[in-house]
């Protein structure tokens, strides 16, 4: 299935830390030589440490492309990649993602912390609303993103969103279900985001809706 990936440009979300478990950063550098062997394109943060530096060297070593977004101030601390295949300069961190989200035809989270999950949300929140149909994947390594899936599926329980929004996002556990759910992603007919609005079909007679 990998040669359906052949010219795709897939954003990559993940962490800077370089003192994460080594399971992270071997399901990074996997995902990496993946890419490679793929022929796609990886669009990543930019830099040279942690899970993304992982990422970006394993597509490199693999002859592979890669191309860095990252604000100039990130480029001053000396922790942009010097090898990449393009590296992006930008103004900051909303023209970062912009970018990121326009170049891709899919998306990857890794395991990360705060910029991870917000880009990751927020491109989950774009697809809920009808932006774009892009395949989102969470790489959920080592069961890191458990207690995130618990917490949508309570969201769900209470009715701050639908059910059917779990779907916008495809849970897998390893580099090459990514890869292949990708490969094999076709656009679906998404429901609509708003919850009914007819105070008897809502708890409490209140407008169920989520943001």
Known sequence: MLENLQGKSIAVYCASSATVPVPYFQAARRLGELLAAGGARLIYGGTNIGLMGAVAEAVLKGGGQAVGVIPALLQGVGIAHPNLTQLILTDG????????????????????GYGTLEEIFEVLTLKQLGYHQKPIVLLNTANYYDPLLSLLQSATEQHFMKPSNLALLQVVSYPEEALQYIACYQPELLDAKWLPSDPSESPNGEVAGSE
Do not use: H, T, V
């Open 93 to 112: 961190m909303r023209e970062r993602k912009a970018i990121m989200e326009e170049r891709a035809d899919a998306f990857i989270a890794l395991p990360g």
